[in-house]
């Protein structure tokens, strides 16, 4: 049996081997950060929704908290007045309205 000796890299030949070593890592880094940024935009676009989520329920609470405008409420006599007027408005005189109504006019 002959006796084989181990070939002795070079300093030279254990750099390069390293620096494909190296490349490699980095790689592997750069395929990390694209996966980072994927991920990163893909919650960022659920924050989002989600706020605007939370925006709509404040504007919800902000509308149910804030005191309401009540209309004024007008009494049978103040709307028949109302009526009357608008009628004149649009060109009626008393006689018609009175003929409209079924009633008489008194004098």
Same mark, same amino acid.
Request: hydrophobic share 35%.
């Given at each position: 049996?002959?006796?084989?000796?181990?070939?002795?890299?070079?300093?030279?030949?254990?750099? &390069?081997?390293?620096?494909? %070593? *190296? =490349?490699?890592?980095?790689?592997?880094? /750069?395929? #990390?950060?694209?996966?980072?940024?994927?991920?990163?935009?893909?919650?960022?676009?659920?924050? &989002?929704?989600?706020?605007? %989520? *939370? =925006?709509?329920?404040?504007?919800?609470? /902000?509308? #149910?908290?804030?005191?309401?405008?009540?209309?004024?409420?007008?009494?049978?006599?103040?709307?028949?007045?109302?009526?009357? %007027?608008? =009628?004149?408005?649009?060109?009626?005189?008393?006689?018609?309205?009175?003929?409209?109504?079924?009633?008489?006019?008194?004098?």
């Amino acid at each position: 049996m002959a006796e084989q000796k181990r070939i002795r890299r070079t300093p030279e030949q254990i750099a &390069a081997d390293l620096d494909v %070593r *190296i =490349a490699e890592q980095e790689e592997h880094i /750069k395929a #990390l950060e694209v996966k980072r940024t994927a991920a990163c935009q893909e919650y960022d676009a659920k924050i &989002a929704v989600i706020q605007k %989520r *939370i =925006a709509g329920l404040r504007g919800k609470k /902000k509308s #149910l908290l804030s005191p309401k405008k009540k209309k004024p409420h007008k009494s049978k006599a103040e709307q028949i007045k109302e009526l009357v %007027r608008s =009628a004149q408005k649009s060109g009626m005189k008393l006689e018609e309205i009175a003929d409209k109504l079924g009633m008489e006019l008194s004098a």
